[in-house]
């Protein structure tokens, strides 16, 4: 899955949660090139980008 913010291929899985992902929810993500830490909600009418950490900034 490509970042949402920078378009990287380099997002790696972060397990967040202990107690496991719901149906609704698919594995957080966090892209190794700008920080950006997310996931895709599915439960509704269309997938949803959930931003959980906002993405590095440099300047
Ligand atoms: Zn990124």
Do not use: Q
Not at 38 to 51: A, L, M, N, Q, S
């Amino acid at each position: 899955m490509k970042c949402p913010n920078c378009g990287s291929r380099s997002a790696v899985e972060v397990d967040m949660h202990s107690g496991g992902f719901s149906s609704e929810e698919s594995p957080v993500k966090e892209c190794a090139a700008c920080g950006l830490v997310w996931r895709i909600k599915t439960g509704g009418d269309k997938p949803e980008i959930d931003i959980i950490k906002p993405a590095n900034k440099k300047n």
